[in-house]
């Protein structure tokens, strides 16, 4: 029994400590900021009826902000492009490389000599450089003055700090450089990364030595020790928010789309409505923070944010397309904060698109999205011309594939456009080439009449037009062309 009960005590302390374990060891400091985007209104919808009827996509834009000031020491590791110093022992880069001022690197010279040094890769995880600061200890040794100037070498050329001055004790001296002299831009992980960083010493008498070199980079971590997808997930609950319904992990930290898709079949298993009350929440996971307070923002769903994405409502954004204008306008709200070099939306002929690198983004927070919007990655998945000839007739506003065939078939004829290597026009105008042409053939078999045959292939361009595959001006001279080609081939052939 005294067995048992010391068995009994060893399991419930290994428990409780398979309990409190994961806190100390995995929980994680809150965001600075978490929130459905940047602006001052939530922004997150649910989209339905988007690849088949009565399926749902809820779709957020999610902010999860961490601000934390760190640094990172590098020291010199191999020899740079310049090695004209004394050493104390060993190789120059050595010497100064460590903690230790009984070796160095010295001259007597009243003229500046110069060592370069490599500092290798940068291992901190992510972040926006603030500042680096290159670090340096100096002395003379006997009555004379010691000047060092730090120095750094970048893309080929030489860049040098200010001097500075010590006597016959051992001193750290540094300077800051908040961008990058070769650039004048912010420091990128790139630059440090390709960074050779030095010193220049001279002296007024005896000898100057330098026993120590390193850089300090300052930066701001947007990365709290653990990736977006394993510490955040965003979530859809019921209205009390103690029932989960669907989940994924959020893909990145900053601002980011995130989605969650259901089938109509999943819709329907987990008693999913419309006209329900539920909640979206972007919550920690439990599992690495300490406590749920200070890391989760929840939100419920109103009757405005259910939309229905057969109607096609125009936005203002045309062609109309509710799901494509709610993209677009988040892919601005993520473009006026990121502020990146490469725009995230471009326009072609009044209509915008995602760029690449904004495909990208919205592929990684919502998966699959270019089967649900493909018109949304037109640009980046096909060639489009921002100098084409405008379009003489104005039935193109209400001629096109989306609106004489459907959402579906809109979205079918872009797919294969992508497969094909074509715009939603050019993949229409086959399809329905090889219908026709099939058509064709088979009048001819049964009929032998090449007027049959003349009169079904020469309308075929005013049906295209009629879809909105082709201009009206085309098909005129497309028609022309057939009834022209096709009647001297069967006129010659006597088979009219």
Same mark, same amino acid.
């Given at each position: 029994?005294?067995?048992?009960?010391?068995?009994?005590? !060893?399991?419930?302390?290994?428990?409780?400590?398979? $309990?409190?374990?994961?806190?100390?060891?995995?929980?994680?400091?809150?965001?600075?900021?978490?929130?459905?985007?940047?602006?001052?209104?939530?922004?997150?919808?649910?989209?339905?009826?988007?690849?088949?009827?009565?399926?749902?996509?809820?779709?957020?834009?999610?902010?999860?902000? %961490?601000?934390?000031?760190?640094?990172?020491?590098?020291?010199?590791? *191999?020899?740079?492009?310049?090695?004209?110093?004394?050493?104390?022992?060993?190789?120059?880069?050595? $010497?100064?490389?460590?903690?230790?001022?009984? !070796?160095?690197?010295?001259?007597?010279?009243?003229?500046?000599?110069?060592?370069?040094?490599?500092?290798?890769?940068?291992?901190?995880?992510?972040?926006?450089?603030?500042?680096?600061?290159?670090?340096?200890?100096?002395?003379?040794?006997?009555?004379?003055?010691?000047?060092?100037?730090?120095?750094?070498?970048?893309?080929?050329?030489?860049?040098?700090?200010?001097?500075?001055? &010590?006597?016959?004790?051992?001193?750290?001296?540094?300077?800051?450089?908040?961008?990058?002299?070769?650039?004048?831009? *912010?420091?990128?992980?790139?630059?440090?990364?390709?960074?050779?960083?030095?010193?220049?010493?001279?002296?007024?008498?005896?000898? !100057?030595? $330098?026993?120590?070199?390193?850089?300090?980079?300052? %930066? !701001?971590?947007?990365?709290?020790?653990?990736?977006?997808?394993?510490?955040?997930?965003?979530?859809?609950?019921? &209205?009390?928010?103690?029932?989960?319904?669907?989940?994924?992990?959020?893909?990145?930290?900053?601002?980011?789309?995130?989605?969650?898709?259901?089938?109509?079949?999943?819709?329907?298993?987990?008693?999913?409505?419309?006209?329900?009350?539920?909640?979206?929440?972007?919550?920690?996971?439990?599992?690495?923070?300490?406590?749920?307070?200070?890391?989760?923002?929840?939100?419920?769903?109103?009757?405005?944010?259910?939309?229905?994405?057969?109607?096609?409502?125009?936005?203002?954004?045309?062609?109309?397309?509710?799901?494509?204008?709610?993209?677009?306008?988040?892919?601005?709200?993520?473009?006026?904060?990121?502020?990146?070099?490469?725009?995230?939306?471009?326009?072609?002929?009044?209509?915008?698109?995602?760029?690449?690198?904004?495909?990208?983004?919205?592929?990684?927070?919502?998966?699959? /999205?270019?089967?649900? $919007?493909?018109?949304?990655?037109?640009?980046?998945?096909?060639?489009?011309?921002?100098?084409?000839?405008?379009?003489?007739?104005? %039935?193109?506003?209400?001629?096109?594939?989306?609106?004489?065939?459907?959402?579906?078939?809109?979205?079918?004829?872009?797919?294969?456009?992508?497969?094909?290597?074509?715009?939603?026009?050019?993949?229409?105008?086959?399809?329905?080439?090889?219908?026709?042409?099939?058509?064709?053939?088979?009048?001819?078999?049964?009929?032998?009449?090449?007027?049959?045959?003349?009169?079904?292939?020469?309308?075929?361009?005013?049906?295209?037009?009629?879809?909105?595959?082709?201009?009206?001006?085309?098909?005129?001279?497309?028609?022309?062309?057939?009834?022209? /080609?096709?009647?001297?081939?069967?006129?010659?052939?006597?088979?009219?």
């Amino acid at each position: 029994m005294r067995y048992l009960k010391r068995l009994l005590t !060893t399991l419930l302390i290994a428990f409780s400590l398979l $309990c409190i374990l994961p806190s100390i060891v995995f929980a994680l400091a809150n965001p600075d900021s978490i929130a459905f985007g940047t602006g001052d209104a939530p922004n997150y919808k649910v989209f339905y009826n988007v690849l088949e009827d009565d399926d749902w996509l809820i779709v957020a834009e999610s902010f999860v902000y %961490y601000n934390e000031s760190t640094y990172e020491t590098i020291r010199p590791d *191999a020899a740079g492009s310049e090695t004209s110093l004394t050493p104390s022992a060993g190789a120059n880069w050595a $010497c100064v490389s460590d903690s230790n001022d009984a !070796t160095y690197v010295s001259t007597n010279s009243s003229t500046y000599i110069r060592d370069l040094y490599s500092t290798g890769n940068h291992t901190a995880p992510s972040g926006i450089i603030t500042n680096i600061g290159i670090y340096f200890r100096i002395m003379n040794s006997g009555t004379g003055t010691a000047y060092g100037v730090p120095q750094m070498y970048i893309g080929g050329n030489n860049y040098n700090g200010s001097a500075q001055t &010590s006597t016959t004790a051992w001193s750290t001296k540094n300077e800051v450089f908040d961008s990058n002299p070769a650039t004048g831009n *912010a420091w990128s992980w790139q630059d440090i990364d390709n960074l050779q960083v030095g010193i220049s010493l001279a002296a007024t008498a005896n000898t !100057t030595m $330098c026993s120590e070199v390193w850089v300090v980079i300052s %930066y !701001t971590r947007d990365n709290p020790g653990s990736e977006a997808d394993e510490a955040f997930m965003f979530e859809l609950l019921n &209205s009390s928010g103690n029932t989960t319904y669907a989940t994924v992990p959020l893909q990145a930290y900053g601002d980011r789309p995130i989605g969650i898709y259901l089938s109509a079949s999943e819709v329907a298993t987990l008693g999913l409505s419309i006209t329900g009350n539920y909640m979206v929440r972007i919550a920690g996971n439990p599992i690495v923070f300490a406590s749920p307070t200070g890391n989760s923002v929840n939100a419920t769903l109103g009757a405005s944010d259910y939309v229905d994405q057969l109607l096609g409502v125009d936005g203002g954004i045309a062609p109309a397309n509710n799901l494509r204008n709610y993209m677009i306008g988040m892919a601005g709200n993520i473009e006026d904060y990121d502020n990146p070099i490469d725009d995230y939306i471009v326009t072609v002929k009044g209509v915008r698109y995602l760029s690449t690198s904004g495909s990208s983004i919205f592929l990684e927070g919502v998966p699959n /999205l270019d089967s649900m $919007c493909p018109i949304l990655f037109q640009y980046s998945s096909e060639t489009l011309a921002g100098d084409t000839p405008d379009s003489t007739g104005a %039935y193109q506003s209400v001629m096109s594939p989306l609106n004489r065939w459907g959402q579906t078939a809109a979205n079918g004829l872009t797919n294969l456009g992508v497969y094909l290597g074509l715009n939603q026009q050019m993949a229409g105008s086959a399809l329905l080439l090889v219908l026709v042409g099939g058509l064709a053939v088979f009048t001819y078999m049964k009929t032998q009449s090449g007027i049959s045959v003349l009169l079904l292939i020469g309308v075929t361009p005013f049906i295209g037009a009629w879809m909105g595959l082709i201009p009206m001006a085309l098909a005129f001279v497309f028609a022309i062309l057939i009834v022209v /080609l096709l009647g001297f081939f069967f006129l010659s052939r006597g088979a009219l």
